[in-house]
T-cell receptor, first 113, second 114 residues
Framework: DQQVKQNSPSLSVQEGRISILNCDYTNSMFDYFLWYKKYPAEGPTFLISISSIKDKNEDGRFTVFLNKSAKHLSLHIVPSQPGDSAVYFCAARGLSSGDKLTFGTGTRLAVRP | ETGVTQSPTHLIKTRGQQVTLRCSSQSGHNTVSWYQQALGQGPQFIFQYYREEENGRGNFPPRFSGLQFPNYSSELNVNALELDDSALYLC?????????????FGPGTRLTVT
């Protein structure tokens, strides 16, 4: 049972444009969400997070939006840069599951120069 | 400040053997979690240790076991290796438990079981 879903395995964007990565979840007990970026041969790197009491969190070029009623979150990267090319994972944590992170399957972002 | 480190980087084992993977937490972090990432999948939670005690476990059989030491470094042990255990094993440390305690990942150990 995939509780966190990233339905787009890949995304290609022109440098300077906006990248939008999407994530859906099914567990209504999730209350904290994180985005990680992963380069080949490296571990996931934390990017940005959002608590379920907010609907937006911004950090530089990265903004995460949360729509609780739709159980949907998205990561916006503006402007996109070639160095942003990586696999992006959405992760969720729930009140009843301690600190366990449940990950999606990832979206591979390619930013074209 | 040193980040999370893992050893070894790569490992090849034969089915039925046992393996120990090691993790050094980020300085000041008392919580460590282990994840298994199969090819094309997201990381799957194995278990977590907080101050040397297990604090949650995912859907992994008992042949997956762990330890956390007083200096908060950690080990993941897998007995009776199976071919499906081939994966990237990730260790993540966090400052403490609770919401807002971001998990920081090491580079992983790539385990191949033949």
């Amino acid at each position: 049972d995939q509780q966190v879903k990233q339905n787009s395995p890949s995304l290609s964007v022109q440098e300077g444009r906006i990248s939008i990565l999407n994530c859906d979840y099914t567990n209504s007990m999730f209350d904290y969400f994180l985005w990680y970026k992963k380069y080949p041969a490296e571990g996931p790197t934390f990017l940005i997070s959002i608590s379920s009491i907010k609907d937006k969190n911004e950090d530089g070029r990265f903004t995460v939006f949360l729509n609780k009623s739709a159980k949907h979150l998205s990561l916006h990267i503006v402007p996109s840069q070639p160095g942003d090319s990586a696999v992006y994972f959405c992760a969720a944590r729930g009140l009843s599951s301690g600190d366990k992170l449940t990950f999606g399957t990832g979206t591979r972002l390619a930013v074209r120069p | 400040e040193t980040g999370v480190t893992q050893s070894p980087t790569h490992l090849i084992k034969t089915r039925g053997q046992q393996v120990t993977l090691r993790c050094s937490s980020q300085s000041g972090h008392n919580t460590v979690s282990w994840y298994q990432q199969a090819l094309g999948q997201g990381p799957q939670f194995i278990f977590q240790y907080y101050r040397e005690e297990e604090n949650g476990r995912g859907n992994f059989p008992p042949r997956f076991s762990g330890l956390q030491f007083p200096n908060y470094s950690s080990e993941l042990n897998v007995n009776a290796l199976e071919l499906d255990d081939s994966a990237l094993y990730l260790c993540a440390s966090s400052l403490t438990l609770g919401q807002g305690a971001v998990q920081y990942f090491g580079p992983g150990t790539r385990l191949t079981v033949t």
